[in-house]
């Protein structure tokens, strides 16, 4: 009896989720390009680590536009949110490859610290589902219905990403040979091939072009900061090594089209 009481009520949930969204439009998009990792590789806000660090990321994002009723094929009944905000949900995978860079690899540094940074290489990889709450500053039923050609927005939202990390030296086995493969800096535990799951927040501006009316272009900048030192599996102690203290971060600039369904 207790079983069937609890059946039955999923069954009313799900219904009631059911009938609540369909009051809305849905749309669905591919979105990818490059992105610039932070983390303890490389000189912190130099050229050519940001250059030589670039990696990439493509997704697949949902809409739920608040703004449309997907029942009528018709505007829902104005309100200022309905008409500014839409929310995206997001699954995304990323990937970039590591190095060091800046004056501490460069070729006049010959010391056994300068040739172990030299010899140190790591892939970031990370999966990532969110949300974000989309604002539009143009009307949305104005941009829909054709009026503007293109509009432009700004989101905030979390994402949860798994990350796995790989990090390796040229010079032998990490693991094995710590001594004699990496800078004191990244031994006794500050090292960590482990994956894990980790909350980031993120912060996205861009525009969005009509090129029919089911189906726009975007292109996304994204800003995303995570709740962790470990995303690329090391973090030396932030207490000693002030210049690796910030947790790390990303700059994705993406393009995407979404079509209406």
């Given at each position: 009896m207790h079983i069937?009481?609890?059946i039955l009520?999923?069954?009313?949930?799900l219904f009631a989720l059911h009938k609540g969204f369909s009051q809305f439009s849905h749309q669905l998009g591919l979105i990818g390009g490059?992105?610039?990792?932070?983390s303890d590789y490389?000189?912190?806000?130099?050229?050519?680590?940001i250059k030589g660090n670039l990696g990439f990321s493509i997704g697949v994002i949902h809409y739920m536009n608040l703004a449309l009723n997907a029942d009528c094929d018709c505007f829902n009944r104005y309100t200022y949110f309905n008409d500014h905000f839409m929310i995206r949900n997001e699954f995304i995978y990323m990937q970039s490859k590591l190095d060091h860079f800046g004056q501490w690899v460069s070729p006049e540094y010959t010391s056994l610290t300068a040739d172990q940074l030299r010899a140190m290489h790591g892939e970031m990889k990370t999966l990532s589902v969110g949300s974000q709450l989309e604002y539009y500053p143009v009307p949305l039923r104005e941009f829909l219905?054709?009026?503007y050609v293109f509009v432009p927005y700004a989101s905030l939202g979390f994402q949860a990403n798994y990350y796995f990390p790989r990090n390796y030296s040229d010079l032998g086995n990490i693991?094995?040979?710590?001594?004699?493969?990496l800078p004191v800096k990244y031994?006794?535990?500050?090292?960590?091939n482990g994956s894990g799951?980790?909350?980031s927040a993120i912060g996205n501006v861009g525009i969005k072009v009509k090129i029919t009316r089911d189906s726009d272009l975007m292109v996304d900048l994204r800003y995303q900061y995570y709740f962790s030192d470990w995303v690329d599996g090391m973090r030396p102690d932030p207490d000693v090594y002030t210049e690796n203290q910030n947790n790390d971060t990303s700059v994705s600039l993406s393009l995407g089209y979404i079509f209406y369904l």
């Open positions: 069937r009481k609890n009520l999923l069954v009313f949930l490059p992105v610039a990792f932070q490389g000189e912190d806000k130099n050229f050519d680590n219905s054709g009026n693991e094995t040979q710590p001594e004699e493969t031994q006794n535990g500050q090292l960590n799951i980790v909350m």
